[in-house]
């Protein structure tokens, strides 16, 4: 299966423990490609969008359009990053935008300590 960074698959979250998200739905691959020899992709997962989460950083707005493959406004997830088995990837429904991509490496990396910040080459 190739599964590349940038790109919005349907992911079979379940089963889930306690308040961990759960269900098919669609999840940003975050993961460099060629990081890692096991079959495995980190992940974070896209929900509905509420307008509650416009208060809690680790939450990125997402719009739909025609390339991320979205059917309404949603959500990134970025503080439930997970490793996930190719096994749980299900269709590929399309690719972010780069801004986006880096806006979500941002904010997970801001979820481990607020003062750490990304240095782009």
């Known amino acids: 299966m190739n599964i590349k960074q940038g790109e919005v698959w349907e992911v079979e979250f379940f089963p889930n423990i306690g308040s961990e998200i759960g ?4 999840a940003l691959v975050v993961s ?3 990081m890692g020899r096991l079959p495995l992709r980190t ?3 896209i929900t ?3 307008k509650s989460f416009e208060s809690y950083p680790w939450m990125i707005t ?5 390339f991320n493959g979205l059917s309404k406004r949603s959500s990134i997830d970025c503080f439930q990053v997970r490793n996930f088995s190719h096994n749980r990837f299900i269709k590929k429904l399309g690719i972010v935008e780069k801004d986006i991509l880096i806006n979500t490496h941002t904010t997970i990396l801001k979820t481990l300590n607020p003062a750490y910040r990304l240095l782009l080459e």
Request: charged share 45%.
């Open 32 to 34: 460099y490609d060629e």
């Open 23 to 26: 269900k098919k739905r669609p």
């Open 62 to 66: 997402l719009e739909n359009d025609k």
């Open 43 to 45: 992940i974070v997962p």
């Open 48 to 50: 509905n969008y509420s």
